[in-house]
């Protein structure tokens, strides 16, 4: 099989860039031992250079940012595991592991054709990436830098449920969900709002996925957990019961790794550098909702349990980011201070509330997914400097907004209902209640994550 | 309030790179569906095209550069967590996180104003970065790819405090403390060296930051931890205890994460691309320093000490960064190499020397960042290919460093010193003794960093 | 003495790239007051900006991947630490910060004139990088660009051994085994491929260095574990027994750092963005492999064992990557990933194999590096989409590729094994029993990697 491979061929390059890539003809790091003498430059030999060092330029920039992505995933399996008992971790880090290689897997052979073919409610072409152009439609990006990108924010999607039913999901159950949701549920939310579908001819914006990703990841974990119900221990005489995170120093860690790597989600979206405004304000305006975010979260807290607890303020910080996903690109910096302020609010009050009504979210996941994504892609409609209700627009963009939003949540909760349920029925979901007491790394893996340490094992 | 937001208009992105940028006006990652037909190109059109790649490509580099920056927060969160107790560990990474973030709020208020305005001893313009032009002055960078790079840097000269104060230091005491000196005390010492100040108009040279990030946390640290005192147990009955760090993996992570953050905090202060040249040169010569810290550090602690300690290597490496950021664009790699290798023996001594005067800073941060923000600026003087003493330029340079760094340094002790004693008699500096004992995580945090653990609580 | 330092002329820089790099040499990243007036551009001067700009793009390009490179060295440190107990974690890390440190260092006195200078079996100029020409002869790349970025494959083919030969090689063994390789046996190896020797002129194809770093890493520990014999405790009455790493969520991070630092590794070694092509291709290919690995060990370990082992599955991840790290450019997508399947059985078959011959290698380091270096080497003749076997180019490749991984293999074996048997023989190779027994942080280093934990010191 050919993927229309095209390594060979620099059509494109010319005259300067020749000798570099002739490297990458002749195989290896070595050195080239011929170099093809320059024609006379000319406005038109100059014109098409500047061209390929733009597609170039632009491909790179892709490609870091999709990077950055990828080591998303090592940020996420580290919250998820320092915020869970030590005697899951092994569990919810495989599991971290699998969903991001089989949605690497999956979205090559079928996502991507999904998500961005043509089609009206999912696209139905370029599975394996056949017959899609090399440089990607509308953007100066080299379509294997397309798709990496593209790649890893499914994976993201993918891992966000992983948090919020951890400590009791089988995990078999867990591979199928994955498979499902990086193949078919995510790609037809990304068709479209991304890929040209109806959301998108609405006029919908998400930026970088507040919707895309994260409401889909969160609003999924919500119903997910629910089929799943509470950890054991969790709620018991009418009584809620904080089981505390084993490493919070990991969890920590996973927070400033979540937060370097959405220097790559949320700039890269840009997919262009043109003169970098666009990449430059979305990274700081990135940067000071996580900010806000952190800062509001732990003012709350302290307010309302009496300490500035450390794991709300990240999820703080976490709140911010998903919150500012989408609108990153079309405030002010003001505007995104206030975003992730109101970010942080919400992901408190968002953690208070479940436990109020029972949902058993272990790293809270839907408070900082789910309604941030809300949140961030309402807050569109309210901020954007363009169309937004606070700066003259009306609130035309505000209800497409909102529409949009809740549609895809609704979405998400009914097909992943069915998916959960339908795994309930068959294979099942949750593990048994001895294999939850003893630790799912021994039930489910055979082993355990600190060999010699001494740890009291909870509940 | 608008901050002069300019996304919308692309004045200066011409021809080829207009396909790209259209999708940011459009919104979010979707195909744009209509280009505008390119004009012929001439050599006028040509040079505007390239200008703003060049703009856009300075742009990407320094937003790099910044998210690099940005990791180190990680990397000092795991250095000092790791080279303290367990009980406390969750207090300093609050106080990292919160630094960080009130710093971005701080600096994106009022600290770049204060450093980059027009103004003698302090800048007076630019709050919200407000009538700051599109592109900074001298340079080819989009202003929030430079607010967010400085910005940065700013939080790093924050955070190198809390190890010095850590495990006894109260949590508002120091939420006051990182608001003063990143809203007040390092945007006016960057203002004096890198804002056109005093310093900068004597051609003071400081490449990256060794007395502007650097000495200012590490003297901060420094008089902090006197006012403060040692913590409890140190140093009884005329003897010095040597405390151990609880995590040294997390620790050594840090310093890797640190050593790689630092790769942004140089190579990313060349502001730009250029020929590549200057960037490259300045990687090199941070990772060669570094490298030669690490080496002596470990052959000095070996012949004093009798044995190769992990932690005084780690702080060695951390010592030649130090050392080589002011000088790094400035000198030879073999020059590098040197300026390291003084680095690394000036961390050991340093260390000894603080326990001899019974000054007790946890993780090393004055012997670090204080001892060798003084060595690596005083080196320019020495080293500089064109003006450094051993290269025949003379003592004037020299002179000029010297002169710098201790004004800096002096003024940092005098001004730290005032807020610090001002805390102390206000919401008062340090816990008290029994919380000192069981720990700040839960006295000032109410959680613990390893729920499940068996962990001795020590003094 | 000089280097050859340029970084005052910048006689390729001119009109619009003068305004940046204008800072440095005002030094620091102050404001520039001055600003040449630029000439009118002409097809002349626009041909020479872009030619400069050409060399800033690859030489920025390179540098950020030294950087990721170089982050790997984390990535090793963590998956050693977490896959050997707790009591031998201080020992492993100062290995692992020492080999990266010594081996920048020897690269730069001696290793890169052996690698890449003229010569036959060995290059013989270009000490301290004297006399090397500005930019890279056959690419865009300033010399302490490329410097950085071999330095930084240096010192990972030196850290591979670190994993097969932990918990019982003594500390100053390693430091001198460690000179050794970084200076001389890998710098051979590397001449023969990449340094236009004998390999590279039978065309022999190594894109990122599957047999150059990773065979060379791993048939290194494959013969320093045999001359080390196993652990206390590891074949005990002709039974095989499981010693449990003590830290299974670092050894994952590590994993995740990895990966992501191979984004560097082998999308960087193109050395050139050229039109991007090249290295997006390079990129996805990777992150396909390695996903592909992960899931095929996942599979191949449940069926063999039982349960879906975490450490198999990140090994056969790792032996993803390093089997795509030879083929990377010259393979479809579709192939990348029947090469990294193939690679996670290889690993999960190559530990078992190992357990049955009685070798000990704590990580994997032999089943990894070693194993998959050589197919990822051969698997080149396969899918070469030019001249592989199975695209109908014939078994020409194959038999060259098998012959210079054997070669090479063979080499590793014979002249590091003369290495370890010459430093067993005089300062010795491995710790005392007693030593070993309590672990040799305490023992090598007069430290312990968790103070405050109780840990159960097993064997």
Redesign the interface.
Known sequence: ???G????T?G??R???L??????LL???????V?EPAAP????S??E????????????????A???V??M??GF??VE??FI??KN??NI??K???D???A??MF?LVGYAFMFGDGSFIGREGF??LHVP?V??????????F??F??AFCGAAATIVAGGMAERMK?PAYLMYTVIISALVYPIIGHW????GWL?KL?F????GSTVVHATGGWAAFIGTILLGPRLGKYVNGKTKAI???????A??G???L??GW?GFN?G?????????????V??NT??S???G??TA?IVVWIL???????M??NG?LAGLVAITAPC??????AS?LIGAIGGVIVVLGVLLLDHIRVDDPVGAVPVHGMNGLWGTIAVGLFD??DGLFNGGGAKLLGTQVLGTLCVSLFVIASMGLVFFAIRKTIGLRVGRDEELRGLDIG???????????????E
């Open positions: 099989m050919t993927t491979i095209r390594i060979r620099f494109r390059t005259a300067v860039v000798a570099g890539v002739v490297l990458l195989g290896g790091q070595g050195f080239a031992d170099e430059a000319t406005v038109q100059l014109s250079t500047i061209q390929s060092m733009n597609i170039g330029l632009d491909t790179m920039w892709v490609t870091i999709a990077m950055l990828f080591f995933q090592a399996g580290m595991a320092g008992r030590a971790t092994c880090l495989t971290n592991f699998l991001y290689s089989l690497s897997l090559f394996c990436l090399d990607i439609a509308g953007t100066n990006v080299q379509k294997w830098a798709w990496f593209q790649a995990f709002i991304w890929g040209g998108a006029g914006k998400d930026f970088a505390a995170g084993h490493n919070i120093p990991l920590c860690l927070v400033f790794i937060w370097f220097f700039p979206s840009t997919l262009a550098v043109g003169d970098g405004s666009g990449l430059a304000l990274a700081m940067n000071l996580a900010a806000a952190a800062v732990m349990m009496g300490k500035p607890d450390l794991s303020t990240m910080a690109a079309f405030v002010t910096p003001s201070i400097v363009q489910e893996h055979g082993m355990e994550s600190y060999a010699g340490f001494q740890i009291f094992v909870t």
